[in-house]
């Protein structure tokens, strides 16, 4: 049962693997690796205007990659994805200004440190709070898995302060900003970029650093030692020539306006719309493709277990109240991260986020849709399957024919509101890295901090698609019952 | 098997059915020969319904032999699904199927067990439709028929098989008086026609004109049973009389 269960799984992770392969490209003979990165770490990590990843990280490694032959995939995600995705062997390494600490080499190896950082905190500006002192009661928020994070914890007893967490700048600033909390520990280049950036916080010890150390390019423990050595040559080279420094002094030299969108077009949300055009439909065809998939094939699971769930043996009711019971009872990121994270490590096999992402829907829907599937079942009148048994149609024909038939004329307003919903819980799947729409928001507001016009935006696109949606069942629904 | 043997349609024997603590059946034993018509009255509860579905096994006795046409259908080995299509049943909330039109509740077992071929189904369908006085139904939707035509089609659709013995679980009781003659009139004309029939029915005036034989059920058993006359005009159990004097004054 258990073999059988797990050969399932590879076949129905294979399967998926197709679809995630049309979006992965593959160059041929040159070592190609995939690299993960902070989806939102300016200035190390960010998209500019064109929406190319750009940034003192993403420089350093272009330059290497050229310089030593290699190729790579960049995969962007959140901070906390992107180091998991290369400990989970999901990825071959990682550039996130990712700072390097004795916790983490006993999971990575790290190349040569590029970059000597530290933790900065920040208040509002125009606060008054004055030292350390005066975060007594008040709320520090952080980002999850930072040195920051860390940091602002050892203290936090002392300084007696609560503890927030996010796991994007962008919404830990704004909660700052907006006074929903008060101060915030992070890596001081970064919130130094950000306040440069316009973003109305004011840094406390821009000289001082507290625990200064080092940033790493990192790769898994005893793995892609190809990579690591790459890495590590590439940059003594553009250490030696300057290049380093040239990239160094371009971010953290320059003024502001280089690295944002121009003024004009983050002034109107048609400007925003105009400048973002590509990023926005890419964002969009990422959700409808993992809506679509998400769909069909978790109506189609769900259907299954629906049909499990009355079936004549009690085994296999079982099953199915079972396969519900967990996946219904499983939050969806939890989902996302165990399949794409946590499960790699078990089957011993890369799954693509995209593929860890239907899987999740198509698991987690399929339970909801399951669960209505068998009650649409149960709701049709015990009369209907005695009269078709007392003609002497078996129990499966009885079903097919008679019980079914009008079952999912019961459940078609439950279907359609889980497409709805399923279309909504694609956005969860952001949170392991998949560029969809909600995602795709992030990234835009982290370059031109106009949350309002692109959260706004984003929402009239949803609604958009989900009004699309509810047209097309409707219209299934009617021509269905011609 | 005897040739007295193969008049009888159904065979009874011993049959004990309980749900929990309630003991519905006791010890009951009955034979029912070909072209016979049986009418079993009895108070609310008294076990009519479970006797007549453990004939078709919509239940199952706990012990005791049930034979049907010659099938033992109290052994696990025989295929149910081949007894039940020599036996229609027709149910008091008619169960016509609603996702079907007329014409296919009636085409529908037929076809679906390759009894005969879509053409011939209809043909046959068709037939029936006319011998209920349905033929303008064909093509509409059950759920626009009254409780009374309900009836006469789910009878037409227990006919399509072409069973031996037909079933009937108090076929008016759910209808508006109006309605009753109809229904009665199709069954007692397929009773003319020679099939063998058991009958659940509060219908006595109807018990009286087609039953060959009258059975009364009181507390799970079999108290009496003979010819209406008998069990209508001289009743010699209490409890049937008891029951008669309160149904005829009804
Ligand atoms: N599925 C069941 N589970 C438990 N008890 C049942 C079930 N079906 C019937 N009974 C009980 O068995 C007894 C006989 O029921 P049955 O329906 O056979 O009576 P009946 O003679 O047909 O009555 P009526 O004239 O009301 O239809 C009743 O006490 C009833 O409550
Ligand atoms: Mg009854």
């Known amino acids: 049962m258990k073999k059988i269960k797990k050969y399932v799984l590879i076949v129905a992770i294979v399967l998926l693997s197709f679809v995630g392969m049309g979006i992965e490209a593959h160059a041929a003979d040159k070592p190609n690796y995939v690299i993960t990165t902070d989806a939102t770490y300016p200035p190390f990590d960010f998209q500019d205007k064109n929406n190319q990843y750009t940034g003192i990280d993403q420089e350093i490694l272009k330059t290497i990659a050229k310089r030593e032959g290699f190729t790579y995939t960049l995969k962007p995600m959140s901070f906390n994805s992107a180091t998991q995705s290369v400990a989970s062997d999901q990825a071959d390494g990682v550039i996130a200004g990712m700072s390097i600490t004795d916790e983490r080499r006993a999971v990575f190896d790290f190349g040569t440190p590029y970059y000597r950082s530290g933790i900065g905190w920040a208040v509002k500006k125009g606060s008054n709070i004055k030292s350390l002192k005066d975060l007594k009661g008040k709320t520090v928020a952080i980002k999850t898995g930072t040195s920051g994070a860390d940091y602002a914890l050892s203290i936090q007893k002392q300084y007696g302060f609560k503890v927030v967490y996010f796991n994007d700048s962008d919404t830990l600033y704004n909660d700052v900003i907006n006074d929903n909390s008060q101060a915030t520990f992070g890596d001081l280049p970064v919130i130094q970029y950000a306040v440069k950036n316009g973003t109305a916080l004011k840094v406390m010890n821009p000289k001082a650093p507290i625990q200064a150390g080092w940033y790493g390019f990192a790769v898994k423990k005893g793995k892609n030692a190809q990579l690591l050595a790459a890495f590590n040559k590439g940059f003594a080279a553009i250490k030696k020539d300057g290049t380093y420094d040239k990239i160094v002094a371009k971010y953290l030299g320059a003024s502001a306006a280089t690295f944002t969108g121009s003024k004009k077009d983050n002034n109107s949300t048609w400007g925003i719309l105009k400048a973002n055009r590509s990023a926005f439909l890419q964002g969009l065809w990422q959700t409808v493709l993992l809506t679509v998939f998400g769909i069909v094939l978790a109506s189609l699971w769900g259907i299954i277990l629906g049909v499990m769930g009355v079936s004549q043996n009690a085994v296999v009711r079982g099953i199915s109240t079972t396969i519900i019971y967990i996946f219904r009872g499983l939050p969806l990121m939890v989902l996302a991260f165990f399949i794409y994270i946590g499960l790699p490590g078990v089957i011993g096999m890369k799954i693509p986020a995209v593929t860890a992402g239907i899987l999740t829907l198509v698991l987690n829907e399929g339970a909801y849709t399951g669960a209505f599937v068998r009650g649409g079942f149960e709701a049709v009148d015990r009369g209907q399957m005695e009269a078709a048994r007392s003609l002497g149609l078996p129990y499966s024909r009885a079903m097919r024919r008679v019980i079914m038939p009008q079952g999912i004329r019961i459940m078609i307003p439950s279907f359609i509101n889980q497409f709805i919903i399923t279309l909504k819980d694609t956005s969860i799947l952001s949170a392991i890295g998949i560029l969809e729409l909600t995602q795709t928001g992030s990234l835009i507001v982290s370059r031109n901090s106009q949350g309002f016009r692109v959260w706004a935006i984003v929402a009239v696109i949803y609604l958009i698609v989900i009004t699309l949606l509810t047209w097309l069942s409707n219209w299934v629904e009617k021509r269905s019952h011609a | ?250």
């Not at chain 2, 008086?177 to 397929?190: A, Q, S």
């Open chain 2, 1 to 250: 098997m005897s040739d007295a043997q193969t008049k009888v349609k159904v065979h009874v024997e011993n049959v004990n059915k309980s749900y929990g603590d309630n003991h519905v059946l006791r010890d009951i034993s009955l034979d029912v020969s070909e072209n016979e018509v049986v009418v079993m009255i009895g108070p609310s509860g008294s076990g009519k319904s479970t006797f007549l579905r453990m004939l078709n096994q919509l239940e199952t006795p706990d012990n005791g032999t049930i034979v049907v046409d010659g099938f033992d259908i109290s052994d696990k080995a025989t295929d149910i699904n081949k007894v039940r299509e020599n036996i229609g049943m027709v149910f008091q909330n008619f169960n016509l199927f609603n996702n079907y039109t007329v014409l296919e509740n009636i085409m529908l077992a037929p076809v679906e067990l390759g009894k005969l071929d879509k053409a011939a189904a209809e043909k046959k369908a068709r037939e029936l439709l006319a011998t209920v006085g349905l033929s303008d139904k064909a093509d509409v939707s059950v759920n626009s028929l009254s409780g009374g035509q309900k009836q006469r089609i789910a009878i037409a659709r227990a006919l399509a098989m072409s069973p031996d013995v037909m079933l009937f679980d108090e076929p008016t009781s759910a209808l508006d008086p109006e309605m009753v003659g109809d229904v009665l009139n199709v069954m007692k004309n397929l009773a003319d026609s020679g099939m063998t029939m058991i009958i659940v029915t509060h219908e006595m005036g109807f018990a009286k004109q087609v039953a060959d034989r009258v059975v009364f059920f009181e507390s799970g058993k079999i108290q009496e049973s003979g010819t209406p006359e008998a069990v209508f005009n001289t009743p010699k159990n209490a409890r049937l009389q008891e029951f008669l004097s309160k149904v005829m004054h009804a």
